[in-house]
């Protein structure tokens, strides 16, 4: 009998399906699905469309989706960057009228109504977040991007897509130090061990997929323990950390409920009693 297709990376249902898998599952009805985009600072993709339901993961602002469903005030979506499929309430998005020029590169940010950071109630948005880039002005000494929508962000917080201001991915992810650990979380507001990895590759040019055991499978190739130098990743059931060096793990981890540093042997020591040794090591593909 053939393996079940993902469903958190396929979106079918016995009533309704992504065109794409027609021939591949039943389902009463397939669409093609429309395209839209994130329009809150940060939107929680739930398995289930019910509230206080637990998230799986998170969209940032910005970033497109493919919507399959809106019903009853929520959104049936699949997530362009990974695939990712899930629900999020529709007031959680917007038509895209224009592509997306910017992104943000600090680990949080503003966009302001205006050009002056001393507006008040600006939108906090997480490193990731994309933006279109109409103009540029400045205020007081300050560079403001002008964006389509109307707002301002600072300008030294974005770069066009695909740039960067840090020289690899392990160190865009320490620029994370001491950020609260969150349960499917993906943002610089709160972020879970395999978010801060897909995050931080994809600021560094680099594809990740979301969840650890999908990382675990199919991100880089295996090495030996002996062979960990900076930049590999290491594998428990359910936990993921990135090797800073040949010593050091930095992950977001449950135990100091952040973004920590951590002596890899100790951490092994003391993640054993819970989730015993890890699983294997791999090296990600840097190029």
Same mark, same amino acid.
Not at 106 to 122: K, N
Not at 267 to 277: E, F, K, N, P, T
């Given at each position: 009998?053939?393996?079940?297709?993902?469903?958190?990376?396929?979106?079918?249902?016995?009533?309704?399906?992504?065109?794409?898998?027609?021939?591949?599952?039943?389902?009463?009805r397939f669409v093609t699905g429309t395209p839209a985009k994130i329009a809150?600072?940060?939107?929680?993709?739930?398995?289930?469309?019910?509230?206080?339901?637990?998230?799986?993961?998170?969209?940032?602002?910005?970033?497109?989706?493919?919507?399959?469903?809106?019903?009853?005030?929520?959104?049936?979506?699949?997530?362009?960057?990974?695939?990712?499929?899930?629900?999020?309430?529709?007031?959680?998005?917007?038509?895209?009228?224009?592509?997306?020029?910017?992104?943000?590169?600090?680990?949080?940010?503003?966009?302001?109504?205006?050009?002056?950071?001393?507006?008040?109630?600006?939108?906090?948005?997480?490193?990731?977040?994309?933006?279109?880039?109409?103009?540029?002005?400045?205020? /007081?000494?300050?560079?403001?991007?002008? #964006?389509?929508? @109307? %707002? +301002?962000?600072?300008?030294?917080? &974005?770069?066009?897509?695909? *740039?960067?201001?840090?020289?690899?991915?392990?160190?865009?992810?320490? /620029?994370?130090?001491?950020?609260?650990? #969150?349960?499917? @979380? %993906? +943002?610089?507001?709160?972020?879970? &061990?395999?978010?801060?990895? *897909?995050?931080?590759?994809?600021?560094?040019?680099?594809?990740?997929? /979301?969840?650890?055991?999908?990382?675990?499978?199919?991100? @880089?190739?295996?090495?030996?323990?002996?062979?960990?130098?900076?930049?590999?990743?290491?594998?428990?059931?359910?936990?993921?950390?990135?090797?800073?060096?040949?010593?050091?793990?930095?992950?977001?981890?449950?135990?100091?409920?952040?973004?920590?540093?951590?002596?890899?042997?100790?951490?092994?020591?003391?993640?054993?009693?819970?989730?015993?040794?890890?699983?294997g090591f791999r090296r990600p593909d840097m190029t």
């Amino acid at each position: 009998m053939d393996k079940p297709l993902d469903r958190r990376l396929n979106a079918y249902r016995p009533d309704l399906a992504d065109a794409d898998l027609e021939g591949k599952v039943e389902a009463a009805r397939f669409v093609t699905g429309t395209p839209a985009k994130i329009a809150v600072s940060v939107a929680a993709l739930q398995p289930r469309p019910e509230r206080g339901c637990g998230i799986d993961t998170e969209l940032l602002f910005g970033e497109e989706v493919v919507v399959f469903e809106r019903a009853t005030g929520w959104a049936w979506v699949k997530a362009k960057l990974d695939g990712y499929v899930g629900y999020l309430p529709e007031e959680a998005l917007a038509a895209i009228e224009a592509p997306a020029t910017h992104w943000i590169t600090a680990p949080r940010s503003f966009l302001y109504t205006g050009p002056d950071l001393r507006i008040a109630h600006p939108l906090a948005v997480s490193m990731g977040s994309r933006v279109t880039v109409i103009g540029e002005t400045e205020t /007081r000494g300050t560079r403001y991007f002008t #964006l389509s929508d @109307g %707002r +301002s962000v600072i300008a030294r917080h &974005c770069a066009s897509i695909g *740039q960067t201001d840090a020289p690899d991915y392990v160190a865009i992810a320490a /620029r994370f130090l001491e950020t609260p650990y #969150l349960w499917g @979380g %993906r +943002s610089g507001f709160g972020i879970d &061990c395999s978010g801060l990895v *897909q995050l931080a590759m994809q600021m560094a040019g680099m594809t990740a997929p /979301r969840d650890s055991d999908m990382q675990a499978s199919d991100l @880089g190739t295996p090495i030996a323990r002996e062979e960990l130098r900076r930049g590999d990743l290491v594998f428990w059931k359910g936990h993921v950390g990135i090797m800073e060096d040949e010593t050091t793990l930095l992950h977001a981890n449950g135990h100091t409920m952040s973004v920590a540093r951590e002596n890899l042997n100790a951490a092994i020591d003391r993640i054993g009693w819970l989730y015993q040794q890890p699983t294997g090591f791999r090296r990600p593909d840097m190029t």
